[in-house]
Nanobody, 115 residues
Framework: QVQFVESGGGLVEPGGSLTLSCAAS????????MSWYRQAPGKEREVVAT????????DYADSVKRRFAISKDNAKNTVYLQMNSLKPEDTAVYYC????????WGQGTQVTVSS
């Protein structure tokens, strides 16, 4: 069964940094492009960043370009999101999933940016 377990969220001041992790299982991780998504209160879920199956190419939403970095460790079945220069508008629950989304979603990890 496909499973995603996100971790690493927390409360951070504006300008701070966090690194999120997502442990994946139940499928051939090295064969799939992966994305990080986020959902803020009262808003729809949006894609934040995407990495190709081999981890060689990445793509970002305009709102996070030059601040966030996605990476993929196929040996550990884990995808990461390094977040720098965090802003209050980055506050959301963050999820990982296949590029394009999927049926199974993890519980997400809460990121709160506030002074």
């Amino acid at each position: 069964q496909v499973q995603f377990v996100e971790s690493g969220g927390g409360l951070v001041e504006p300008g701070g940094s966090l690194t999120l992790s997502c442990a994946a299982s139940g499928f051939r991780f090295d064969m799939y492009a992966m994305s990080w998504y986020r959902q803020a209160p009262g808003k729809e879920r949006e894609v934040v960043a995407t990495v190709t199956a081999g981890g060689t190419r990445t793509d970002y939403a305009d709102s996070v370009k030059r601040r966030f970095a996605i990476s993929k460790d196929n040996a550990k079945n884990t995808v990461y999101l390094q977040m720098n220069s965090l802003k209050p508008e980055d506050t959301a629950v963050y999820y990982c999933n296949f590029r394009g989304g999927g049926v199974y979603w993890g519980q997400g990890t809460q990121v709160t940016v506030s002074s």
